[in-house]
């Protein structure tokens, strides 16, 4: 059984400051891909930041300057920066891995989830 558990999120006025983390745990073999992306009532969940082993981290365009994803040398352990908030920015951000559970079994894991809020 694989967990994604988030921390952080919350509310903040525009231009201020927010950070995500999120912790893989459980059966894991190997992590490819862990990341953020975050979703708004009526539309499709939306890629922030992932980062892919021995291939860089993508950004959404929109958050490029301004969002910053780190992973810790464990390789379990995603922080999310984010800087000079918008309020577009609102929305709950779900915590994605793509997870070897084994040498024969892989899937795409979510986090329950984290609301963030920036409000004038």
């Known amino acids: 059984q694989v967990q994604l558990v988030e921390s952080g999120g919350g509310l903040v006025q525009p231009g201020g400051s927010l950070g995500l983390s999120c912790a893989a745990s459980?059966?894991?073999?190997?992590?490819?891909?862990m990341g953020w992306y975050r979703q708004v009532p009526g539309k499709q969940r939306e890629l922030v930041a992932v980062?892919?082993?021995?291939?860089?981290?993508n950004y959404a365009d929109s958050v490029k300057g301004r969002f910053a994803l780190s992973r810790d040398n464990a390789g379990n352990t995603v922080d999310l920066q984010m800087n000079s908030l918008k309020p577009e920015d609102t929305g709950v951000y779900f915590c994605?891995?793509?997870?070897?559970?084994?040498?024969?079994?892989?899937?795409?894991?979510w986090g329950q989830g984290t609301q963030v809020t920036v409000f004038s």
């Open positions: 980062v892919n082993s021995g291939a860089g981290t």
């Open positions: 459980g059966s894991i073999f190997s992590i490819n891909a």
């Open positions: 994605y891995a793509y997870i070897h559970i084994n040498q024969r079994e892989w899937g795409q894991f």
